[in-house]
């Protein structure tokens, strides 16, 4: 039997490290395990490590890495080499194949059993290497070359809302917006997932919602069609000249930057091709500084996961127009960085969890 060198990929060490603790009781006897925990690091570490197997967490696939996604200059790389994902949704699975992975699978939520997880990795594992058998379950029978350290304390984030003595944050009505007839949100790194988090979990009747996702073209279509089979609101990826309905969801398509424009009562999709605005297109900045224009305090706007800068500007203007603004905060960004400088730049009027997302989007825009 061969021996497997596995390469695990994710910008959480604890997580990180309970992955490698696992695979090195569970792999067989002289296993091999490294880690990394950015795509820049990885890609240096892995051209000497040759592995026979790469574990990676999706929204490290997902990010631009000189014009292509993580992922798949990783199945370009390593052509013969199986590479497992995983994140935080059930619904991307096709998503994760499409973009080159071997097996997906959903990351257990806190509290969730973590076994199965575990388990189906080392499963997928046993059927994508021809030389790999599951083994015995006997201790100390695997020499892993790394297991990360633990993970040190995270420091707590800026933050607008408070909790409740259970825990829960508390989401307030900000004063002074009128009725919310328009719903803007913008993410990049880690989006997708989230996007699939807070979609499935919005309940009509609520406002048109126009979203910018930092993302290629032809996926836009593919992972707008996957969420409207799962969500209550119908989404569709957007299209030059769409009137903006109520509990419809308009995503940006790939390569084109989109606009609103307002045309007697109705807002108007606009989807044109144009020069990259922080190096993307579509841009966030782009959403949503249209939105302020044409909606003012009658818009919410909504800043997701992501790297960089794009879209805190526009939702500031936004929020000096009127408009109720959220951010995603630090603790389940995959990447707190668009949040992050929304919020320095006073963009953000609360930050929120992840999960508490969709409720603060009810009580608001309702």
Do not use: W
Request: hydrophobic share 45%; aromatic share 4%.
């Amino acid at each position: 039997m061969g021996n497997l060198r596995v390469f695990v990929i994710d910008n959480s060490i604890a997580f990180q490290n309970a992955l490698v603790q696992k695979l090195s009781d569970l792999l067989p006897a002289g296993s091999i395990i490294d880690s990394a925990t950015q795509p820049a690091e990885a890609q240096k570490k892995l051209s000497a490590f040759k592995p026979t197997a790469i574990i990676l967490n999706l929204a490290l696939g997902a990010m631009m890495i000189n014009q292509d996604k993580f992922l798949p200059m990783l199945v370009k790389q390593h052509p013969n080499v199986p590479i497992i994902v995983y994140g935080i949704s059930n619904n991307v699975s096709q998503t994760a194949k499409y973009l080159g992975a071997s097996a997906y699978f959903k990351k257990p939520s806190f509290g969730e059993p973590t076994q199965p997880f575990f388990d189906g990795i080392i499963k997928a594992l046993q059927d994508n290497s021809a030389s790999v058998r599951l083994p015995q379950k006997q201790a100390g029978v695997v020499m892993a070359t790394k297991i990360a350290p633990p993970a040190p304390a995270r420091q707590s984030s800026p933050s607008q809302s408070s909790s409740t003595p259970s825990g829960e944050p508390v989401i307030s009505i900000p004063a002074g917006h009128g009725t919310i007839d328009l719903i803007a949100i913008g993410a990049s790194t880690g989006g997708t997932e989230a996007l699939s988090a807070i979609l499935p979990a919005l309940k009509p009747p609520l406002p048109g919602i126009v979203i910018v996702q930092h993302i290629p073209p032809m996926f836009s279509r593919l992972f707008s069609e996957r969420l409207n089979g799962v969500c209550a609101l119908t989404i569709k990826e957007a299209a030059n000249g769409d009137v903006v309905k109520p509990n419809h969801v308009y995503i940006a398509p790939g390569g084109k930057h989109m606009s609103i424009i307002r045309q007697g009562s109705n807002y108007v999709i606009e989807c044109k091709a144009g020069p990259p605005v922080h190096s993307v297109c579509p841009a966030v900045d782009i959403l949503f500084d249209s939105v302020a224009d044409v909606a003012g305090n009658k818009a919410m706007g909504v800043i997701l996961t992501g790297i960089g800068k794009d879209g805190a500007a526009g939702l500031l203007k936004m929020r000096k127009k009127g408009s109720p603004t959220i951010g995603q905060d630090a603790a389940t960004c995959t990447v707190y960085g668009m949040p992050k400088v929304a919020f320095s730049m006073g963009a953000v009027q609360q930050q929120l969890p992840l999960s508490s997302i969709p409720a603060a989007i009810h009580k608001i825009a309702r």
